[in-house]
């Protein structure tokens, strides 16, 4: 099977969106597709998007256009020239957020990981409203198959777009293989509760501030994560360390340096920092959003995200039934694999292939 993939989002700081495609990708290879990876580039994005795929066994198609952008862009309005034109023949061709390419055959398929520019178009910028909002519609009316990456996703496509079930595919994601207890661990000078999400207002940061206040400023509050956009949380606190966005390496080892993993968000499409932390030996307390529910399982413990006090309570208690946490979180985290998540879309294809 040959699928053209979209590679697009990986030209920005990689958050979850390129943590799913990359781990997709993987996970098609080892599955036995045959992998086109493709995007319009500028000179510099091309060489972040080449180290993003490093030695997966994919074919490169990033041709170095100026203002890619504006092309992907036009590109998907204007639905000429076929893709086939650019990559040759298909089976599959999966876009992302960022574009939506035309075909003149096979299967057209994308990923949606959660609908958050329409339930909370308020925690999400307006330029990728605006994108996003555009792609879902095309993708309703379009896409012979859409892929979610949880149960809850997947029912919010279905009731919010009204996309039949036989065209959705829920595909989790797993933690990556450098995330494990063995290891190298983050030395932070004394304990440390460890949160990871871009600062902007859905990642609910200030909850987890306060609910830091509450307990003293101890064990001191360690955040990883880029610049997003919307009010920053301010972070000149007592306690607070603030790291920045880090390589995998240097997440895997604050990972399991950690006494608690923190996980505040107010709705995601999964959630898989929580998986991540688990893998790493790391108890773990999670927002009660029924949006985290898959990610969390019966391994965290779960906190309002509108109470602080909650917050604090869950995060001391995690502190105190730590080995207990450890073990159900490993066994949790070892159920999700992306040599799984690799099949599971393969499979996908195959069954909307037979559709067709």
């Known amino acids: 099977m040959r699928v053209a993939f ?3 989002p990986l030209s920005h ?25 493709f995007a319009p580039t500028s000179v510099r994005v091309k060489a972040q998007v080449e180290e993003a795929l490093g030695e997966l066994d994919v074919e490169l198609r990033l041709p170095v256009l100026p203002f890619a952008h504006s092309w992907r862009t036009a590109w998907s309005r204007a639905q000429w020239p076929p893709a086939e034109r650019w990559l040759g023949r298909f089976d599959v061709l999966h876009f992302s957020d960022w574009m939506y390419p035309p075909q003149r055959d096979g299967v057209r398929a994308t990923t949606i990981l959660d609908l958050v520019p329409l339930r909370f ?4 910028h307006g330029r990728t409203v605006r994108m996003h909002g555009a792609k879902y519609r095309h993708a309703a009316r379009h896409a012979h198959l859409i892929v979610c990456e949880s ?7 279905h009731e919010l777009l009204g996309v039949a079930d036989e065209r959705l595919s829920i595909v989790y994601p797993a ?5 494990r207890p063995e290891g190298e661990r983050a030395d932070l000078g004394g304990p440390y509760v460890l949160t990871v999400a871009t600062l902007e207002p859905r990642k609910n940061l200030e ?10 400023a101890e064990p001191a509050l360690a955040i990883v994560g880029a610049g997003g956009w919307g009010p920053q949380p301010r972070l000149d606190r007592p306690g607070v360390v603030r790291l920045g966005y880090v390589a995998d390496e240097e997440l895997a080892r604050l990972y399991r340096g950690a006494s608690v993993f923190a996980y505040p968000s107010r709705f995601e499409g ?8 688990m893998a790493s030996g790391v108890p773990v307390v999670a927002s009660s959003h029924p949006s985290l529910d898959e990610a969390a399982g019966d391994a965290a413990l779960r906190a309002d995200p509108d109470r602080p006090e909650a917050w604090a309570s869950a995060l001391e208690e995690a502190a105190r039934r730590r080995d207990e946490l450890v073990v159900k ?6 159920r999700f694999s992306w040599r799984a998540a690799g099949e599971k879309l393969h499979a996908a294809y195959e069954e909307a292939l037979a559709r067709m």
């Open 270 to 277: 999964f959630g898989i920092p929580i998986l991540e932390a």
């Open 151 to 157: 149960r809850y996703t997947a029912r919010d496509v």
């Open 175 to 179: 933690a990556a293989d450098f995330h």
């Open 6 to 8: 979209d590679v697009s």
């Open 13 to 37: 700081v990689r958050t979850g969106v390129g943590t799913y495609l990359l781990g997709s990708l993987r996970g098609l290879v080892e599955a036995g597709a045959d992998v086109v990876a």
């Open 329 to 334: 979180g490993l066994a949790h985290a070892a």
């Open 207 to 216: 909850t987890l501030l306060a609910a830091h206040e509450l307990t003293g």
């Open 121 to 124: 178009p308020q925690w999400t």
